[in-house]
């Protein structure tokens, strides 16, 4: 195969030069992204005691921006297939600088809940610009490879996050507190914007009309679901949070009509009805919610326990979580390779089976330390395990389903998987929820390490299971499925 000009291509696992610049400028976004969806996890006892913020608004500042993140991330990604990739990623890039700078002068709860809101969704104009650009930059050759390192990245990212924000507040830079977590986003978003112009390949895109009917359809669908799952628990879950969930599946039948009815007329629906069609698109979907209902939720209550049961530090809590990434950076690299030889669907299969016997083993190991003592120590082998399993799930399956869409479809495609990402962690989180604050009122401070060593073995079972109900998924997407090779769905 001959590259441009007539220039021989490289081997297989060797990228071009613009690939190689595109790939790492967007990969260092998407690290810088995810790192902030996690950031705020140690760094709760200083919100609290700088601001003076109770539980439920701590609670707003992460679910904030989560929720942000995933209500816009459809209509993120179709922009970019719409009005051009670069454009919107230089686009979303500036905002969440902006809103970086926002969060770090915030003086009090309100501002700084407003301004995880604007990164949440400046965020998810960018995210779906960084999946669709490796996925058209970049050939098919090489692309197994450019998604494991989107894997590693993901995985770095998320024990990143809590790891800077434990550096940082430990540092306390110019008495600063917790607030240079957000503020060395500005430098860093300034300098990949001005890459961006020259690095990412310009892309004129569809230049076609947003479906903004659909766009605020799907915006309204996904905030009913997720706001109740998010800040219910501790709202008591009121009436106005069942109200809502009733109403997503209204919403979502007049979504999948509005986008049938504008397919007919010859229009561009945000996501076309012929994906639905697609025999590994819709398992994929249903994967991705379930599989990451057990990722988010164990850093985040593992956290709590560690820092409120045990008396953890920030950087303490997050060193202690650094086996999980660890493990599954090693897979996500070696993954291409896995997937060359054994398949996408085997490959993923493994993984999920691997880190449902993670997760059993980090119950057991929870159960026999009674005491804590160097618990963050005694789980590292059982966080290792299942980080192996991640790696082998998170590149593999993305490209695998990429593989199979238009390229004028990857940025809207991209922005539905992660959005179903989403809405798994935020169910996750609730259910967790549910069994590690059973029956619980007031003061995370008034909890010791035996209550909260019981409750973090209950929530553990629900991590467990959804790695567990994840095989069965991706038997349905391997039988589905007929060879790696095949074209995208039409």
């Not at 922009?79 to 809103?99: C, E, H, Q």
């Not at 980090?362 to 160097?374: E, K, L, P, Q």
Request: contains cysteine; proline residues 6%.
């Amino acid at each position: 195969m001959s590259g441009p000009a007539g220039v021989a291509a490289p081997a297989p696992g060797r990228f071009l030069p613009a690939e190689r610049r595109a790939a790492a400028l967007v990969l260092g976004a998407a690290f810088m992204l995810l790192a902030d969806t996690s950031i705020v996890n140690v760094a709760v006892p200083s919100l609290q005691r700088d601001l003076g913020a109770g539980v439920p608004e701590v609670q707003l500042v992460v679910a904030g921006y989560v929720v942000a993140y995933a209500v816009v991330l459809i209509t993120g990604g179709r922009l970019g297939d719409l009005y051009g990739r670069r454009r919107m990623f230089v686009i979303g890039i500036v905002s969440f600088t902006l809103a970086s700078l926002a969060c770090g002068l915030a003086q009090g709860p309100g501002e700084l809940i407003a301004g995880r809101v604007w990164q949440g969704l400046s965020a998810a104009v960018v995210y779906p610009q960084v999946i669709a650009t490796l996925h058209i930059v970049v050939s098919p050759e090489r692309r197994g490879r450019a998604f494991a390192l989107f894997g590693a990245v993901v995985s770095c990212a998320t024990i990143a996050g809590p790891l800077i924000a434990g550096l940082l507040i430990s540092a306390d830079v110019a008495g600063l507190q917790w607030r240079p977590i957000f503020l060395v986003n500005v430098p860093v978003g300034v300098v990949l914007a001005a890459l961006a112009l020259r690095m990412v390949p310009a892309h004129k895109g569809l230049r076609l009309p947003l479906d903004h009917a659909g766009s605020l359809v799907v915006v309204l669908l996904l905030v009913a679901l997720l706001v109740p799952l998010t800040v219910g628990r501790d709202q008591g879950w009121p009436l106005w949070g069942w109200l809502l969930l009733l109403c997503t599946p209204v919403l979502l039948v007049v979504f999948l009509r509005l986008e049938a009815a504008l397919d007919r007329r010859g229009r561009t629906p945000l996501l076309r009805p012929g994906l639905w069609t697609d025999p590994v698109f819709r398992p994929a979907l249903a994967l991705y919610l379930v599989y990451f209902s057990a990722v988010v939720p164990f850093f985040l209550y593992f956290s709590l326990t560690l820092q409120y049961g045990l008396g953890y530090g920030a950087l303490a809590t997050a060193a202690a979580m650094a086996p999980y990434a660890a493990g599954s950076t090693i897979t996500s690299l070696w993954s291409a390779r896995a997937v060359s030889r054994f398949g996408a669907p085997r490959t993923v299969l493994t993984g999920c089976v691997v880190c449902a016997a993670g997760g059993a083993l980090t119950i057991a190991t929870i159960g026999w330390n009674g005491s804590g003592r160097h618990l963050g120590l005694s789980v590292a082998p059982a966080m290792t395990v299942t980080g192996l399993g991640l790696g082998l799930v998170l590149g593999p399956l993305l490209n695998f389903v990429l593989a199979r869409v238009r390229s004028d479809d990857s940025g809207a495609v991209s922005g539905a998987l992660s959005t179903a990402q989403q809405i798994g962690s935020s169910l996750g989180v609730a259910v967790m929820g549910l069994a590690f604050f059973r029956g619980f009122r007031g003061d995370l401070t008034a909890l010791d390490y035996p209550a909260l060593r019981t409750d973090m073995m209950l929530g553990l079972l629900v991590v467990t299971a959804a790695f567990a109900l994840s095989s069965p998924l991706v038997r349905v997407v391997a039988r589905r499925s007929r060879t790696d090779g095949e074209g995208p769905a039409s």
